[in-house]
């Protein structure tokens, strides 16, 4: 009985001993515990009260229950509700519910459709479901019917992200500014849109980046609307749907029977018209010699402008510097007139077209200038002047000395330095070659000049042009050397050159002193400086055979660099061949402008005037320019759908990443040649038809 107790004990005591081993190797061993695979799959739709598609609701909240913990992602860009509401519907989460409060009185026998788009994401790990929309009627019957398709900035087929596109019944032009849109969607990260619940009939259609959220037309918000009326309509389709599984593997393949909303590829192409009230924005005196006027918008002309107190001596009494922006027209006005520089206070008349409510009428504005000096510049004034006071009657004692013949040694001294005419001529002068800081030049570079105040004069004699003759490194005059000429209209102190320089060439341009005199009376002293051009080798070409335009359509065709600055420009007529030579190695893009008015330039739409923005096009590929090398392509503008033709490496706004693979995608290395990117499908068929607005395809 003893022994088995004694068993007994022996063998507890082993399994306890056993028991604390494991316990201590368990705490001996550090790490962290495993989780699961990562959750890539969103948010499930499980029910809705009332039930999606219901008629005869009469109550004014919804609630869209999920299978999982949600919430709401960026609700303000997302969310949408049609028909348009006065005030703001409450959208909360509780949970797996999404509860929607609708503040506005429900309208009888009509459909309202909740569009949530990408805003609902799971809690943990933020996957998104997406094209989520919730469609109910207060009637008897549910409006089905709808339209899509994309929103794209019209200057450079940006998608508009996140922007408002809304259709009126009324089809009266006013409607868009006086009205609220009766039926509205919102884009998506990529420009597309989707209108739902709209009922049989006919419909104009716009897009409207909604600022002051009163859902209609503003001048100073971008735009876009069709040209045409729009017919909704829906086609039947049968198509064999593939399933895959979570890792993407093919699980099941059926026939499914669809319905098409159309029209599904509206192209809207959204613009700023530029409008900005004219009025005129902000005077100063920046010194003595200088009046500034801001104008808050561009002008066509200069305002006019009349000295009121006191009166110039002189006829021309102001030479005017203008810079006119996109936003603001800016003239600084020189002042040439003794008199009014001497003047503490100017007051001026100045007469310009101003807005006043939709109007434009003539205004003169009576301005006053007052010159302010600080202490020390008062008092370093009144110094000068006691130093020519002393200067003077010094002078004056001098000259007495000399006529009665007293004169000493010192005293002809001082004479001189006091009766010596100081002329001081003060180098202005400052050469600019256009992209480059050194002595090496650009072929296509011309030779440009600045000088620190309004040029009154230019001795064309004066400018010399030399070239360094090889091999004996003689310097010669080149002939048939241009004057020089103002850079722009406005630039009052610019000038260029415009010489065709020789490839592999090294030049010198040299200014006499006094070559340039402004207009106090300063002149450039003596200027030389040495350049060398280019040779050709360090260049490459390239040559674009454009298809597509009309004949006698005028296009401008501009070579981009990856910030989409514009390098060169070129024009051509109808469809014809693009050239462009000495092109620095470099990756570039092409974009070409339907220039409908021919003035060289892009032009944005009036809505008022019913004008639509200039067409743009981009060439769908990079190119690489490499060093004396020509390159050939061919582009027809119409053969790449619209949303596709312009280069992943240079959009901006691009769609948002979503983390919704398993494994991530496989990336190219940079070496890697990229031609072949644009093979995805496009929006519509892949292909842009020409019509600007409506892109039907034969196809379907």
């Known amino acids: 009985m003893t022994n088995d107790n004694n068993r007994h004990s022996v063998t507890a005591l082993t399994a306890i001993a056993a028991v604390v081993a494991i316990l201590l190797h ?54 949408t509700v049609s028909p348009t509401q006065r005030n703001m519907p409450r959208i909360a989460v509780n949970g797996r519910r999404v509860e929607i409060e609708l503040r506005d009185t429900l309208l009888p026998e009509t459909t ?15 996957n998104r479901m997406e094209h989520l929309h919730y469609m109910f009627s207060t009637g008897e019957t549910l ?51 989707t ?37 909704p309509s829906t086609r039947r389709f049968t198509s064999m749907d593939t399933i895959f599984t979570f890792d993407h593997k093919v699980d099941t393949v059926v026939e499914g029977e669809h319905t098409l909303l159309l029209p599904d590829d509206l192209l809207l192409p959204m613009f700023n018209e ?39 001596l002189q006829q021309r009494w102001m030479v005017p510097e203008r810079y006119v922006k996109e936003a603001s027209d800016s003239t600084i006005l020189w002042l040439t007139d003794t008199t009014l520089i001497a003047a503490d206070s100017l007051t001026l008349a100045i007469s310009y077209p101003k807005t006043v409510g939709d109007s434009m009428v003539a205004t003169t504005d009576t301005i006053h200038f007052v010159f ?66 050194g002595n090496k030049i650009e072929i296509t570079d011309s030779l440009r000049f600045k000088v620190d105040e309004p040029i009154a004069s230019i001795n064309q004699r004066a400018v010399h042009l030399l070239r360094q003759r090889m091999p004996d490194s003689v310097w010669v005059a080149v002939d048939g050397v241009p004057p020089l000429t103002p850079r722009f209209d406005g630039d009052c102190m610019g000038l260029t050159l415009p010489m065709v320089l020789q490839p592999d060439s090294t030049y010198a341009i040299e200014l006499d002193s006094l070559a340039i005199t402004g207009i106090y009376g300063t002149a450039t002293n003596k200027f030389r400086r040495e350049f060398k051009v280019k040779d050709e080798s360090e260049y490459g070409s390239l040559r674009i055979d454009i298809s597509g335009p009309a004949s006698g359509d005028s296009a401008i065709v501009q070579l981009l660099d990856g910030s989409e600055r514009i390098v060169r420009s070129t024009t051509i007529v109808g469809s014809g061949a693009a050239v462009f ?30 004008i639509q923005p200039e067409d743009v096009f981009y060439y769908p590929q990079r190119l690489r320019v490499r060093r004396n090398w020509d390159i050939s392509e061919a582009w027809d503008i119409y053969a790449t759908a619209v949303d596709l033709q312009k280069p992943e490496q240079i959009r901006k706004n691009k769609p948002e990443t979503k983390s919704k693979l398993l494994k991530p995608k496989e990336t190219k290395k940079p070496e890697e040649d990229e031609e072949d990117e644009f093979n995805s499908n496009a929006f519509g068929r892949g292909t842009y038809s020409g019509n600007r607005y409506q892109d039907y395809h034969n196809s379907r």
């Open 274 to 312: 530029g409008y900005r009230a004219s009025y005129l924005k902000n005077t100063s005196r920046l010194d003595r010699r200088r009046l500034q006027l801001v104008m808050a918008a561009p002008q066509d002309t200069m305002p006019h402008i009349t000295p009121i107190k006191p009166k110039p």
């Open 195 to 231: 209108i739902r619940g709209l009922k049989p009939g006919r419909y104009r259609v716009f897009a409207l980046n909604d600022m002051d959220g009163d859902y209609r037309m503003a001048r100073s918000e971008d735009v876009a609307w069709l040209d045409t009326v729009i017919e």
């Open 112 to 126: 309202y459709v909740i569009d949530l788009s990408d805003a609902v994401a799971d809690n943990n790990e933020g």
């Open 372 to 437: 302010k000096q600080s202490r020390a510049e008062l008092k370093q004034l009144e110094q000068e002047r006691k130093q020519r006071e002393q200067r003077a009657k010094r002078l004056a004692q001098l000259l007495e000395k000399q006529t009665e013949g007293s004169l000493t040694e010192d005293d002809e001294l001082d004479l001189k330095d006091l009766a010596r005419d100081t002329i001081t001529v003060v180098q202005h002068l400052k050469l600019e070659a256009d992209g480059n800081s």
């Open 26 to 79: 368990a705490c001996a061993s550090i790490g962290n515990p495993e989780g699961g695979p990562r959750d890539y799959t969103p948010p499930q739709f499980v029910g809705a009260r009332p039930s999606p598609g219901a008629t005869g609701v009469t109550g004014n909240k919804v609630t869209l229950t999920f299978n999982e913990l949600v919430q709401l992602v960026d609700q303000q860009k997302r969310v």
């Open 581 to 610: 030579r000495y092109v620095t190695p470099e990756t570039y893009y092409v974009r070409l402008v339907h220039d409908r008015n021919g003035n060289g330039l892009w032009d944005t739409g009036n809505y008022a005037r019913h």
């Open 143 to 193: 409006d089905t019917l709808g339209m899509s398709g994309i929103v794209l900035r019209a200057c450079d087929l940006e998608p508009m992200q996140y922007v408002l596109v809304g259709v009126h019944s009324n089809l009266n032009d006013t409607a868009f500014t006086r009205l609220p849109l009766e039926r509205i969607a919102r884009t998506d990260d990529r420009g597309r849109f």
